[in-house]
């Protein structure tokens, strides 16, 4: 699905990714872990294409193609999807119409036809269900005066819509309840396929109580310190991320 | 220039009553004297009047034919059930009117009102607009030459069960021609009333409006005012709205600008009563060269009144907007709160917005801000579309018409708020469903 090749990348002068390399294959989920500051956040925006990061040396090979060499539009179009840390608010657009919107270029993209308002209203309706949102959010602005458990769930609604080759949930359980992470995770638990991926970013093992990941790679100081299975974040949440970065030398 | 204007004046034979022509006289008399405005004048200062003023604008001529029902269902959608007075260069036609004299509210052309009304003209007619202050001089001009408009009056208690639509159109042989509107709205006490006043062009090129509305809101009325100006781009507008408002009356004002190569929109309000509030919104969408002027002045005479002021502009190639909002309050206006907000989006290096709040407080017991933004398109904003697949010229537009859309969002008329964002969706995307 993704093969993810001695990546850097700066912000400014400043280096944050120190050369990763990740290969995560069809049907696959991995988390990647890691203390504040360690570029978590920044690995998952730079796969989206976020123009404030700079990629400095290394490839990311994506279904084949070069990903780096893609526009963030383009990116989402081949099905590369980012689930937002903070789900930006958009007054003034509604739900129904950037939903369908988003809908309609991806399947233009895919070379099928666009859908209108009332089959778009078919789709979403079900999708709908999945997370836990009422379909009044339609007619809302997008994000617009959502609660932060409510911005999460839209962004596995339009996760849900899109459905994606690979999905990348960058901290989607900050700032969630147990119920609000529950319905959550469970949505993302329906849409495992054999043909897509997940890249699940989290600070916290507790995600990973309920999306169980195949592989866990520990993020420190912009280089992937340790690889394991889903015990390593078990092993993360008993002893925390000090031991991982006192083997590494370096600070976090 | 000023002479042509003096020398139609000789040639006028004014309509309307004795004590009309009197003041048609007093007001010529007073732009003889001023002339024009310069950017020398404060209220000016970021809008030359020179290409109005160096230009000579002939009495506009008769329409060459009247449009067809189709024509004028096209400009604003859906408002077939609406009290209508049609104009076309500057003359009342009957036969595209539908003036409803039922239901407590009286709509006719202003020639009827000399004969049918004269009393409530001699009343309220030129009593709220200034024609002394040499900032107003189009509104002396108007005054002097006004033939045609409209008088309507809203009994007490009643409140109107449809819009009241007042449709200036020019057509063709409009080209090089001066027309001057003249609208009289008055809210008897109690009463609601919403009143759409829609500027708009089927041909006519470099034409000159020069339009003046006044309204009286009684007391405990509500008055919602709309006004449109869709002019064709190479014309000149100048148009001002001049508001009185008694005891407990609410007068909501919202200004849509896209037209004109030259516009100057003046919202006055004064509130003399107590415990009355005051909303003027408004939003301008402009391109090319062209200038779009809006001056809102807020007049707090009273305690215990509120103002709000929400104008957005969203400027594109080399235009210029200008929003300059004055906000007087009187030693006796205690517990005044007024806010006033300007936001401006830039979407091109070339434009430029002026905006000037100008606040003037002799009370003490007040609550009055003002804020004014000018940005560009937002890059989060931006970028989380894009990530979504939407493509960067297509995100950009939907954000445009975002910014916009929320002062659209306060127009109460669903119909017409739908219709005014179906405009700003169908010129910022192509497409007309959100």
């Given at each position: 699905?993704?093969?993810?090749?001695?990546?850097?990348a700066s912000?400014?002068?400043?280096?944050?990714?120190?050369?990763?390399?990740?290969?995560v294959?069809?049907?696959?989920?991995?988390?990647?872990?890691?203390?504040?500051?360690?570029?978590?956040s920044?690995?998952a925006?730079?796969?989206?294409?976020?123009?404030?990061?700079?990629v400095?040396?290394?490839?990311?090979?994506?279904q084949?193609?070069?990903?780096?060499?893609?526009?963030?539009?383009e990116?989402?179009?081949?099905?590369?999807?980012?689930?937002?840390?903070?789900?930006?608010?958009?007054?003034?657009v509604?739900?129904?119409?950037?939903?369908?919107?988003?809908?309609?270029?991806?399947?233009?993209?895919?070379?099928?036809?666009?859908?209108?308002?009332?089959?778009?209203?078919?789709?979403?309706?079900?999708?709908?269900?999945?997370v836990?949102?009422?379909e009044?959010m339609?007619?809302?602005?997008?994000?617009?005066?959502?609660?932060?458990?409510?911005?999460?769930?839209?962004?596995?609604?339009?996760?849900?819509?899109?459905?994606?080759?690979?999905?990348?949930?960058?901290?989607?359980?900050?700032?969630?309840?147990?119920?609000?992470?529950?319905t959550?995770?469970?949505?993302?638990?329906?849409?495992?396929?054999?043909?897509?991926?997940?890249?699940?970013?989290?600070?916290?093992?507790?995600?990973l109580n309920?999306?169980?990941?195949?592989?866990?790679?520990?993020?420190?100081?912009?280089?992937?310190?340790?690889?394991?299975g889903k015990?390593?974040?078990?092993?993360?949440?008993?002893?925390?991320?000090?031991?991982?970065?006192?083997?590494?030398?370096?600070?976090? | 220039?000023?002479?042509a204007f003096?020398?139609?004046?000789?040639?006028?034979?004014?309509?309307?009553?004795?004590?009309?022509?009197?003041?048609r006289?007093?007001?010529?008399?007073?732009?003889?004297?001023?002339?024009?405005?310069?950017?020398?004048?404060?209220?000016?200062?970021f809008?030359?009047?020179?290409?109005i003023?160096?230009a000579?604008?002939?009495?506009?001529?008769?329409?060459?034919?009247?449009?067809?029902?189709?024509?004028l269902?096209?400009?604003?959608?859906?408002?077939?059930?609406?009290?209508?007075?049609?104009?076309?260069?500057?003359?009342?036609?009957?036969?595209?009117s539908?003036?409803?004299?039922?239901?407590?509210?009286k709509?006719?052309?202003?020639?009827?009102?000399?004969?049918?009304?004269?009393?409530?003209?001699?009343?309220?007619?030129?009593?709220?607009?200034?024609?002394?202050?040499?900032?107003?001089?189009f509104?002396?001009?108007?005054?002097?030459?006004?033939?045609?408009?409209?008088?309507?009056?809203?009994?007490?208690?009643?409140?109107?069960?449809?819009?009241?639509?007042?449709?200036f159109?020019?057509?063709?042989?409009?080209?090089?021609?001066?027309?001057?509107?003249?609208?009289l709205?008055?809210a008897?006490?109690?009463?609601?009333?919403?009143?759409?006043?829609?500027?708009a062009?089927?041909?006519g090129?470099?034409?000159?409006?020069?339009?003046?509305?006044?309204?009286?809101?009684?007391?405990?009325?509500?008055?919602?005012?709309?006004?449109?100006?869709?002019?064709?781009?190479?014309?000149?507008?100048?148009?001002?709205?001049?508001?009185?408002?008694?005891?407990?009356?609410?007068?909501?004002?919202?200004?849509?600008?896209t037209?004109?190569?030259?516009?100057?929109?003046?919202?006055?309000?004064g509130?003399?009563?107590?415990?009355?509030?005051?909303?003027?919104?408004?939003?301008?969408?402009?391109?090319?060269?062209?200038?779009c002027?809006?001056?809102?002045?807020?007049?707090?005479?009273q305690?215990?009144?509120?103002?709000?002021?929400?104008?957005?502009?969203?400027?594109?190639?080399?235009?210029?907007g200008?929003?300059n909002?004055?906000?007087?309050?009187?030693?006796?206006?205690?517990?005044t709160d007024?806010?006033?907000t300007?936001n401006?989006?830039?979407?091109?290096?070339?434009?430029?917005?002026?905006?000037?709040?100008?606040?003037?407080?002799?009370?003490?017991?007040?609550?009055?801000?003002?804020?004014a933004t000018v940005?560009?398109?937002?890059?989060?904003?931006l970028?989380?579309?894009?990530?979504?697949?939407?493509?960067?010229?297509?995100?950009?537009?939907?954000?445009?018409?975002?910014?916009?859309?929320?002062?659209?969002?306060?127009?109460?008329?669903?119909?017409?708020r739908?219709?005014?964002?179906r405009?700003?969706?169908?010129?910022?995307?192509?497409?007309?469903?959100?």
């Amino acid at each position: 699905m993704i093969h993810i090749s001695d990546l850097r990348a700066s912000v400014g002068d400043k280096e944050i990714l120190k050369g990763i390399s990740l290969d995560v294959g069809a049907g696959e989920i991995h988390a990647i872990m890691g203390p504040n500051g360690s570029g978590k956040s920044t690995l998952a925006q730079v796969l989206a294409g976020h123009p404030g990061y700079e990629v400095t040396s290394g490839s990311v090979i994506y279904q084949g193609k070069d990903l780096l060499d893609m526009e963030p539009e383009e990116r989402a179009q081949a099905g590369v999807f980012l689930a937002f840390q903070y789900p930006v608010e958009i007054p003034g657009v509604s739900n129904a119409y950037f939903l369908r919107t988003a809908y309609n270029e991806v399947r233009k993209a895919r070379g099928e036809p666009e859908a209108d308002p009332l089959e778009f209203l078919d789709i979403v309706a079900d999708r709908l269900k999945l997370v836990d949102l009422d379909e009044a959010m339609l007619q809302r602005s997008v994000n617009a005066g959502f609660s932060g458990g409510e911005k999460k769930r839209n962004e596995i609604l339009q996760l849900a819509v899109l459905d994606p080759a690979l999905a990348i949930l960058d901290e989607t359980d900050s700032g969630l309840d147990i119920d609000a992470l529950r319905t959550v995770a469970d949505g993302v638990n329906k849409l495992r396929r054999q043909d897509n991926a997940f890249l699940v970013v989290t600070h916290y093992q507790r995600l990973l109580n309920y999306i169980v990941p195949d592989r866990v790679h520990v993020l420190v100081d912009g280089r992937i310190a340790r690889s394991g299975g889903k015990e390593l974040a078990l092993e993360l949440e008993a002893r925390g991320y000090d031991w991982i970065t006192a083997e590494q030398g370096v600070g976090a | 220039m000023a002479t042509a204007f003096l020398k139609q004046f000789t040639n006028l034979e004014p309509e309307g009553p004795a004590w009309l022509t009197a003041i048609r006289q007093r007001a010529i008399a007073r732009f003889g004297d001023v002339g024009f405005p310069t950017t020398r004048n404060e209220d000016w200062h970021f809008t030359s009047p020179a290409p109005i003023a160096e230009a000579t604008f002939e009495p506009m001529r008769a329409p060459t034919g009247l449009p067809d029902e189709s024509t004028l269902a096209a400009l604003l959608p859906g408002t077939a059930d609406w009290i209508r007075l049609v104009f076309v260069n500057g003359r009342f036609a009957p036969t595209l009117s539908r003036p409803d004299a039922a239901g407590g509210v009286k709509v006719m052309s202003l020639a009827a009102a000399y004969r049918e009304e004269p009393s409530l003209l001699e009343y309220h007619l030129t009593q709220r607009a200034d024609i002394v202050d040499p900032a107003q001089v189009f509104t002396a001009i108007n005054t002097a030459f006004m033939a045609d408009g409209a008088v309507v009056q809203v009994q007490p208690g009643v409140s109107t069960p449809v819009p009241i639509h007042l449709l200036f159109l020019t057509d063709d042989a409009a080209t090089g021609g001066v027309s001057h509107p003249r609208v009289l709205l008055v809210a008897e006490p109690g009463s609601n009333a919403t009143v759409v006043e829609q500027y708009a062009s089927l041909g006519g090129s470099r034409y000159l409006t020069n339009a003046v509305t006044e309204a009286w809101v009684g007391d405990g009325s509500t008055l919602h005012h709309i006004r449109l100006q869709q002019e064709a781009r190479d014309a000149f507008h100048v148009g001002t709205t001049a508001v009185h408002q008694e005891r407990d009356s609410h007068f909501l004002s919202f200004s849509f600008a896209t037209g004109a190569a030259l516009s100057r929109i003046n919202i006055f309000s004064g509130l003399h009563g107590r415990g009355c509030g005051a909303t003027l919104n408004g939003l301008y969408i402009l391109g090319g060269s062209q200038h779009c002027d809006h001056q809102t002045r807020i007049v707090h005479a009273q305690p215990d009144c509120y103002s709000r002021e929400l104008y957005k502009g969203v400027l594109d190639d080399a235009s210029h907007g200008v929003f300059n909002g004055k906000v007087y309050v009187h030693p006796e206006a205690q517990k005044t709160d007024g806010k006033q907000t300007n936001n401006t989006l830039l979407l091109s290096e070339r434009a430029r917005i002026d905006t000037k709040p100008q606040l003037e407080i002799f009370a003490d017991d007040v609550k009055c801000t003002h804020g004014a933004t000018v940005g560009r398109i937002d890059e989060t904003a931006l970028f989380y579309m894009k990530s979504r697949g939407i493509p960067n010229t297509q995100a950009r537009k939907l954000l445009t018409y975002a910014f916009a859309a929320e002062v659209l969002e306060t127009i109460p008329v669903d119909i017409l708020r739908d219709g005014l964002e179906r405009m700003a969706l169908e010129r910022f995307t192509g497409t007309t469903d959100a």
